[in-house]
């Protein structure tokens, strides 16, 4: 039970190149969710999901667009990369229910110059 | 929407010592408060959390306490060892439609000294 994975581990991209972020995990959880940790700010929820074939926008979604094909996935898409993207980029998933706990990944970490 | 705040953002403790971080939270229907710690390089991991209708838990050397009127909860940490110098968040969600959606502080730098 590798629980969350992400996919890769370090980045770097030029302003308006493309890339897509990988999450996958395998505990059969229908919620995942996007954050960006920025020094100071915390992590902040870019985009989430609560099942397969759903997404819904999070604090700060400019810029970003996700996918969930299948279940145990949950990609993150920059279109056009911008220094302000620069971040590190966790996923997370949990249970549906109440007051459930957040699973986090090891993080990718992006840098756009 | 929701806002965290947390403070302080960073502690300096001796080894042995107790270390007290603080949160805030503005919307009163919030019900769900976990703790993360943050390790250099690696993704958040929960250490403790707390729902709505407790006031206060406990695992070992770490206790959450939540005051709902006042809208505010903390994490103590006694014994404190080199080994708990981590970065600390404290997190708010809601129940209903917000799915379990987290919203965090701004964390807390915890460094032990031996």
């Known amino acids: 039970n590798a629980g969350v994975t992400q996919t890769p581990k370090f980045r770097v991209l030029k302003t308006g190149q493309s890339m897509t972020l990988l999450c996958a995990q395998d505990?059969?959880?229908?919620?995942m969710y996007w954050y960006r940790q920025d020094p100071g700010m915390g992590l902040r929820l870019i985009h989430y999901s609560v099942g397969e074939g759903t997404t819904a926008k999070g604090e700060v979604p400019d810029g970003y667009n996700v996918s969930r094909l299948k279940k145990q996935n949950f990609l993150l898409g920059l279109e056009s990369a911008a220094p302000s993207q620069t971040s590190v980029y966790f996923c997370?998933?949990?249970?549906?229910?109440?007051?459930?706990?957040?699973?986090f990944g090891p993080g990718t970490r992006l840098l756009v110059l | 929407g929701e806002n965290v705040e947390q403070h302080p953002s960073t502690l300096s403790v001796q080894e042995g010592d107790s270390a007290v971080i603080k949160c805030t939270y503005s919307d009163s229907a919030s019900n769900y408060f976990p703790w993360y710690k943050q390790e250099l390089g690696k993704g958040p991991q929960l250490i403790i959390d707390i729902r709505s209708n407790v006031g206060e838990k406990k695992d070992q050397r770490i206790a959450v306490t939540l005051n709902k009127t006042a809208k505010h909860f903390s994490l103590h940490i006694t014994e404190t060892q080199p080994e708990d110098s981590a970065v600390y968040f404290c997190a708010a969600s809601g129940g209903g439609t917000s799915y379990g959606k987290l919203t965090f502080g701004q964390g807390t730098i915890l460094t032990v000294h031996p």
């Open positions: 505990m059969n959880h229908e919620y």
């Open positions: 997370a998933s949990r249970v549906t229910g109440y007051q459930e706990t957040q699973y």
